[in-house]
């Protein structure tokens, strides 16, 4: 399957040489196929953010390399083209609001590609929609004036309307409410069944889990982790050691497995925990699990 980035010992030192100095990636390698949802989890100041300015190139590799949409970040020329092939909605959408009005600034990017007027007002519509606004809801609003929930939507319907083969939302969820939540995970979904690559930081676990393929795990700079979803999953000293906010059902099955019970805790869903409570109970039958009751009066 062909692979849409490939980091190979990817490094960065912010402020080489200054008394400043400090490396906020090291020797990170991992490839992602095409297609694919990538959530990136890790502590504050781990490098997450750091990690997502690579993937539009924003930032360039001081040691590995970085190859995003088979172009190589390491060259300032690509910057022309991974634009349009990479959009990163950054964690603080204030970095990126720029335009008088909300329509101008959702218009930047389809503008920029130099799509013909007609395109760009259907483009917009169709951002707008994803997110969950309406050219009338929003049309009275200038970008400076808009709440810090709004601010994102808009920011990540301007990266929509370029329809970039690869999105990366850097905390996405973060000022949004439930409502918005639901936009972005309905966005994420909707992407993959078209083969497009989304990228998603996030604290939660719990948030994400389902539609997520593969997880990394920053930690100071170093990549902790990278696999699947189901893998992680299975590995309880991680899960425990990063605080990840989890569902409710897997609290549960992996207490329950920290206890020592027999079950599989790689279940990604509230039916698939059901199932292994059931399972276990039936193999426990004749020797009840929380003890018989007498020994307990
Ligand atoms: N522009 C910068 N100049 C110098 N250091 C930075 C800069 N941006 C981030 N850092 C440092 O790099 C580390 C990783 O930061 P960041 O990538 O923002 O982490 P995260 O997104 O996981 O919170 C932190 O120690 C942070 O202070
Ligand atoms: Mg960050």
Redesign the pocket.
Known sequence: MPKIIEAEQLSHT??PGSV?E?Q??KDINFSLDRGKVLGIF????????????HFNGLLRPTGGSMLVCGLNTADPKISKDLWKKAGLVF?YPEQQIFQISVYDEIAYGPRNLGLPEREIKARVAEALQQVGLTREKTAPLTPASLSGGLRRKVAIAGMLAIRPELLIL??PMASLDLAGRRFILDIIKKRRQKNETTII?SHSLKEIMTITDKIAI?DK?FLAFFGDVKDLLTRTEILARYHFELPEFLQVLLALSARGFDLKTNVRSMQEASKEILSLLKKTKARPIFGSGKDDA
């Open positions: 912010y402020l400043y400090h906020a990636l890790g502590p504050n100041g781990s490098g997450k953010s750091t990690l997502a300015q964690q850097d905390e930081i920053l700079g």
